[in-house]
């Protein structure tokens, strides 16, 4: 359905290029759920932006985001806008400042399929209830008349999935959708998600830098770093047999509630400035398994891992 | 050496709705919170957003006013309104914020930052001695003298944490407040954080209080945990056995909510239903039965009080006899 093939984002920024993704490509089929996993500054927001086609002016995207056959990265913005919110939706990763203050739930949600799809207000506006009951709002109807602010952060959340549900699309991207929300709040709304992938075969596509998260979600895994992806597998074996030393580190370094070890096991290091175009393996600098020809050449993902070490050679 | 007694923090709101002459409302932000420090150990504060935690410690750091309640140091009580007993109070308690690029002033380099504990606690020292102690406490916490005379947007989140951990420790504390010191930091960086903090802590034998709303972090670097709701301790035990055998209704819900980086461990359904009550109007009874699967009819009478369990203590009337 979605076949991304060796994008490129760059940035011209004051102090030069920034190369925030490098060559990835990967695809989604209908009902999939796939995981896309990374740190801060890794272009997993960017990737997300470029398939909606929402990247800021000192952006360019090369490569290809092919949507049914048709390339994203070249449709006119009219074309563009038949396709946003009425086949892939995106879930926004601050859910206080994705809602209009000034605009009543009921606006914000019946726009959508007003502009979208031109149905009326009383058919927009039954269609606004109809999600709200998918997304488990209570009294929906008195909350049509509220304004955001007298609504708490997993209400506001749930408001921002029924936007991105009112078109009924059929990929969701949802970008970190719970880092502001608190764990028990967190827990429900992925409940929710998951909910709402089986009952309408949504294929959703989970951006994150929590594994945890991804753990009790997702199908398959794209682990990224400095733009690059890392490794890519299903999810029961990366966590498994971890192939990559970056996702090795990572599982290490999470606090296990369950685990009283005493040291957490940290990376070293801090992440890398993307003033250029990689030439050598990215997460080289911070590995413990680096050796000479890591930080020489870029190694390619070949089965489901970039790394120049074979797996049973690393720590 | 640090012990918080009985600790009320309220907040005046004006209030929408109502006549300009109509008293302000009361936010209980924290409603009588006690805990006991010692010299060396960690205790960690959790609870969801809006329990309280960060209010808390922030009363103690005298960022807050205590409304009631009484805070003592090395046995001395502290005195809020007195210059001298807060100067006493500020040299041996230090703390680390949640944003560490936004608590260290831009236009400071980061030795004039680390540096300026030291003019106000150690005003015998001079320029020279200062500066020196403050490469020396940055070097400590792993940025290089090289780097020192640069300002706080060239470091990366993890770097100003650091550096925001060596200015509090630069005069020497016995004792560490971290505000969520480590939520704004990637999982990778995170841990590098918590194993500085530690440590230090093994170095120094300073004590730490560490509020935090993941469970994993704090679990990992607490001797002891206090679970807060509604501005209230739920649940107190020590961190093994909090997450081992949770006896509060409240701290089982919180646990089962957490995310576990195993997809062989089926995700629990959620215990937790309805909305927080306001804390404009604390309801009677337990602050958490309206959130609660085991609440009955008798919560609604009082407060409960905080009653022994098998590690600790919790406030729940229907915990399971202590064996």
């Known amino acids: 359905m979605l076949s991304v093939e060796t994008l490129r984002i760059r940035f011209r920024t004051g102090d030069g290029l920034v190369h925030a993704v490098n060559d990835v490509s990967f695809r989604v089929g209908a009902g999939e759920k796939l995981a896309i996993v990374g740190e801060s500054g890794s272009g997993k927001s960017q990737m997300a932006l470029a398939v909606m086609g929402l990247l800021a002016k000192n952006a360019e995207a090369e490569g290809r985001v092919l949507w049914e056959g048709r390339d994203l990265l070249t449709l006119p913005p009219a074309e563009m806008n038949r396709i946003r919110a009425r086949e892939i939706a995106i879930v926004f990763q601050d859910p206080m400042s994705s809602l209009n203050p000034y605009m009543r739930i009921e606006r914000q949600l019946t726009e959508i399929v007003e502009q979208h799809e031109g149905l009326g207000r009383a058919a927009a506006r039954a269609r606004a209830l109809e999600v709200m009951d998918a997304v488990r709002i209570p009294e929906a109807r008195a909350r049509l008349r509220a304004y955001p602010h007298e609504l708490s952060g997993g209400m506001h959340q749930r408001i921002v999935i029924a936007m991105a549900l009112m078109c009924r699309p059929k990929l969701i991207l949802a970008d970190e959708p719970t880092t502001a929300l608190d764990v028990t709040v967190q827990a429900q709304i992925m409940q929710l998600l998951s909910e709402v992938q089986r009952d309408l075969g949504t294929s959703v596509v989970l951006i994150t830098h929590d594994l945890g998260v991804v753990a009790g979600f997702c199908e398959e895994v794209i682990v990224l770093y400095g733009g690059r992806i890392m490794e890519q597998a299903a999810t029961l074996p990366l966590f498994e047999r971890p192939a990559h030393p970056y996702t090795r580190g990572l599982l290490r370094a999470v606090p296990n509630v369950e685990d009283p070890a005493d040291e957490l096991i940290a990376i070293p290091g801090s992440p890398p400035s993307q003033r250029a175009f990689p030439t050598r393996c990215p997460f080289a600098p911070r590995c413990v398994d680096a050796i000479e020809s890591c930080r020489l050449t870029l190694p390619e993902l070949t089965g489901g891992r970039a790394c120049l070490r074979p797996v049973e050679e690393l720590t | ?323």
């Not at chain 2, 937790?272 to 337990?286: V, Y």
């Open chain 2, 1 to 323: 050496m640090l012990t918080v007694t009985d600790a009320h923090v309220t907040f005046e709101v004006a209030q929408t709705k109502r006549w300009p002459w109509s008293p302000p409302g009361i936010v209980h932000a924290v409603n009588g919170v006690s805990f006991t420090l010692k010299a060396g150990r960690t205790i960690g504060i959790v609870g969801e957003s809006g329990c309280g935690k960060s209010t808390l410690i922030r009363a103690v750091a005298g960022l807050a006013p205590l409304a009631q309640g009484r805070v003592t140091l090395d046995g001395q009580r502290v005195d809020y309104g007195s210059r001298a007993s807060m100067q006493r109070l500020r040299s041996r308690v230090q703390m680390i914020f949640q944003d560490p690029i936004a608590s260290l002033n831009p236009r400071m380099t980061i030795r004039e930052i680390v540096a300026e504990p030291l003019g106000f606690f150690r005003p015998e020292m001079d320029a020279e001695a200062r500066r020196d102690a403050a490469l020396a406490m940055l070097d400590r916490v792993g940025i290089p003298a090289t780097q020192a005379n640069r300002f706080p947007h060239e470091f990366s989140g993890g770097q100003c944490q650091r550096i925001g951990i060596a200015r509090a420790l630069v005069a020497e504390p016995k004792v560490l407040l971290c505000d969520e010191p480590v939520s704004a930091l990637d999982v990778s960086i995170q841990a590098q954080v918590v194993n500085l903090l530690k440590a230090l802590q093994r170095e120094i034998g300073l004590a730490l209080v560490f509020v935090a709303h993941d469970l994993g972090v704090v679990r990992h670097i607490s001797d002891e945990v206090l679970v807060m709701y509604m501005g209230a301790t739920m649940e107190r035990a020590p961190a093994g056995a909090l997450v081992r055998d949770p006896q509060h209704p409240y701290t089982r819900a919180l646990l089962s909510a957490v995310p576990v980086p195993d997809p062989r461990v089926k995700v629990a359904p959620q215990m937790l239903e309805g909305d927080l009550p306001s804390p404009l109007d604390l309801p009677e009874g337990c602050l958490f039965r309206s959130r609660c699967s085991r609440a009955v009819a008798e919560c609604g009478a009082a407060r409960p009080p905080m009653v022994p369990t098998c590690s600790g203590e919790a406030a729940c009337i229907r915990l399971p006899a202590p064996a």
